[in-house]
């Protein structure tokens, strides 16, 4: 198994809808965004994407069309959880039959699941395809949270689980992956407000929706530590963390859909129950945005 | 729209599962003990009963089952949360229309919902039912923690939300919930391990799975409070409480499923990535239920 | 060593305060009003004495004078917790040497002490005096949390620690000391709003520093407990809950002592950085004080 | 009021004893061994110092002795927190009088304590003295944690709070001081394992009790971020990083006692119930040293 270069900024697309359900133009035109901003990979149905909000058949949909669209200008990253170990490794080979490069696997759970179950899920996801499998720690959404201990268990366990994104925001997550780890484990950040000192502790890539708005400052901040430039990362991280903590605190699908409306592309409103930006909320991110320029 | 009487011991049904799916003489063999050995109400799809794990078909097939089978012999409350706003109310107008009493509502999310969108949720369900709604707290579940304020807004802005079950094992809640409440709203204990304090505090009912293994236990608990007798009923607690525990602790789908089993039922083991229990837990679970006996 | 029969309603002391340092005066008379109101025991110099705010001097004057004014017309137990080992053995000789039935020993501590360190405090102070110790578990105020395997770990190895009192408001910690103590050690709660079902659950003594104010409110609860009547104690609790609420939300020795105040008894207030009451939180506890006779 | 430029690599002491107490002229060396080795300003009297478990006079013997030995060679800064505000502010003006730069204040506490109780311990100690304060907050040790929001306001409103010590070990509340505070918060970092970031972020220095083991690795790390190399801070780091956790697992003044010890100069144990290092972990400490030679 070859495993693709994955490094620098990674975008999340959103999942645009429209009274039919999902607007695939609108993706295109998105996805066509990020990948002309630089951007080094993307990827789909992550958070930001209300993967978790599709219907069987509208996930399905999106996934072909993103890796199609994508068509390898740059990698394509799919997330593939889901609650079941079965759904999860029909989601991978899908995904994987239509031509992605890589997929991400949140261990998503509704019962708190023992280290052995996590590893199992993971195993069976692995023997089933062929392509590397991003790990993804995140218990703020999934419930679960992976020790460093257990993530290089199944890093050491799993052959094509090669790349870990952490999104914990603590700091000493990847500490502890780049010692016990013998700084053999690539990782990723994967929480906005950290971006700076993840990069500072040697994260390869930051995965991020925050290209879909401000494309450019995620690509210097990080072309900043490729320089080793620390005071200019630090100047750029501390322009656009305020913005970096409205999306945080926004909501990434109602932030990143008000975001793309203003500057002209139409992608639809959050599924229910997550509402839409209201105006007060929409007006400061305008404004945020406008100090950004 | 007239409120059953929902009191007492509510017992949760598993999910059977056998090599073609969903096993649903074992789910109707499974709900008639349930109902034989005495319990107030069946609650179908709710953790238990491992609902998040089903297709919607399965879905459909369980509710619908469950709630002919059960033939009103007692009250029918159907767990019918989902990630989506619109397709929990399908499932709630599915339940109601297949003729079940009460609906429960846990607001499950992903993303954290805002006070405003957990309001708007149970109104938008509430507004498609005629039967009363049992609003569920359960953050270790949901990954959404209702404020008992946020709780007694509900229940007073949509008027069929007409109960509330509490889970998160903080005594507290339920003083706030009679002390707020002013002793009108109706609150309903899911945490096994809180089960006689709970009562204390002024409990109306317990919903829990542990009558699928010792309904005399539950039962007696709940007659001991009736009877306004605190020793007995502390008693019977101890009694059961290893029980509970060991529950709690193993995973309701599993020692559940492990329990029938092993009294002859055979309901198939819990769905990946949750493992059934292991050969030392289930020698622990034997050794359990016969020092109750 | 004999161990009293320590049980019921526990009431703590204030350190009343005048212009030249502790008012022993003051304090002779709070002593009176609560053993001649009816409390089984009293407890000087715990969190609500103020105790950690003594100088040394203070604290040897407070514990002599209380331990002598009480004279034996009920038990009296000294909280004698120190950051040092050797200051807390010293502590708990004088106090055994001035008269006291039984010491309280909290693990205060300024670094996270690890459970061989909390051992050999207790056995340390054990060794040193020949009256029983209650072990005090209150995270919230020493910083340090005794699992119930810890302290029955104590409990085994240090033969006068033969009480415990369980103030982190968590009922489960009591149901472990029940089971996994075999019924054999006696606990004490130290959390007003948990007093019913910590007597639910089978507590043998109650903590508080309620009967500063309603002592007949606490003393009816217990009395409803021991005669079985568990509809009496909950409709006892749920009337006194308002006020045990008050009290803990605006901190013990401010409250207590202005609640002493609006009762004609002067004791002057808490010791800075802690703040005396607000007038409008005065006027509150004056309005739940009323609305109680 | 002039401030002095407090800055860089600022060491704490720890505090000697032998068998009659506090050993000053072991103290002398410690501090001649940190300021030789190059640190930027002393602190006294600290966590590390165990200013907490000191009596008074000790107290007061050792604040003098260390700096009057520092004798102005760098910036010493006192730690004069204390649970009442009287005593802070006695050893607050004691400090000043005998030479003290700057006073470090953590709000310690036995009571939670309201922002109102925070700000007014705060403004008495300012308005006592005529040296800067340096703000400290480090909930885990002090039981209250300060928002960033809070200290804001004390640096606004107290005219010498100057400076401000983070130690929860949270990256964010970094972000927020610079973002909230305009950039004009100079801040310092309290957390061993958060060096590097901390300095990413823009910390003005880092107190550590680590040079009194590794004081050129510390220094090394602060030169890298002046110099704007970032790997090479990077590499630094994580050269360091497994003795920083060390120390901070072990708990400062047992490693740090164990590990001047070790290099010749002894400094005795530290107070019960602390333990000091058992034989394996000094083993692992000197293992540790030596891997950094």
């Known amino acids: ?14 999942t645009p809808f ?71 490794v029909r989601r991978a080979r899908f995904s994987e039959a239509h031509g992605a490069d890589v997929v991400m696997v949140l261990p998503a759970s509704y019962w708190k699941l023992s280290e052995a179950e996590i590893l199992a899920h993971y195993r069976a996801i692995g023997e089933s395809i062929g392509v590397p499998i991003m790990l993804y720690n995140n218990p703020a959404t999934s419930g679960t949270d992976m020790s460093v201990e257990l993530i290089l268990r199944i890093f050491n366990v799993v052959d094509n689980v090669t790349m ?54 995620n690509l210097d901040l990080y072309e900043a530590v490729l320089a080793n430039d620390l005071g200019k990362a630090r100047e750029l991280f501390y322009r656009q963390l305020p913005l970096l903590d409205f999306i945080l605190k926004g909501g990434l699908p109602a932030t990143i ?32 945005l406008e100090a950004l320029r």
Chains 1, 2, 3, 4 share one sequence.
């Open 18 to 88: 429209s009274a039919n359900g999902v607007d695939l133009e609108a993706l295109g035109r998105s996805i066509d965004r990020l990948i002309d901003s630089g951007v080094h990979a993307i990827a789909p149905l992550g958070s930001t994407g209300e993967g978790a909000y599709l219907s069987d058949a509208e996930w399905d949909q999106v996934s072909e069309f993103s890796i199609q669209h994508v068509a390898k200008r740059v990698p394509t990253i799919v997330s593939v959880s889901d609650l079941t170990t079965a759904k999860a």
């Open 164 to 217: 870990v994104k952490e999104s914990t925001g603590d700091i000493q997550r990847m500490h502890k992956l780049q010692l016990l780890g013998e700084g053999q484990v690539p990782f990723y950040n994967g929480c906005n407000p950290l971006a700076l000192e993840a990069f500072a502790a040697g994260a390869k890539g930051w995965c991020t929706a925050a290209p879909n708005l401000i494309p450019q400052l």
């Open 1 to 14: 198994m070859s495993t693709p270069n994955i490094h620098g900024i990674i975008g999340y697309t959103i």
């Open 257 to 288: 859909k008000a975001g793309l409306r203003a500057t002209g592309l139409e992608v639809g409103d959050p599924r229910l129950p997550v509402f839409p930006l209201s105006e007060a909320a929409r007006s400061q991110l305008t404004a945020l």
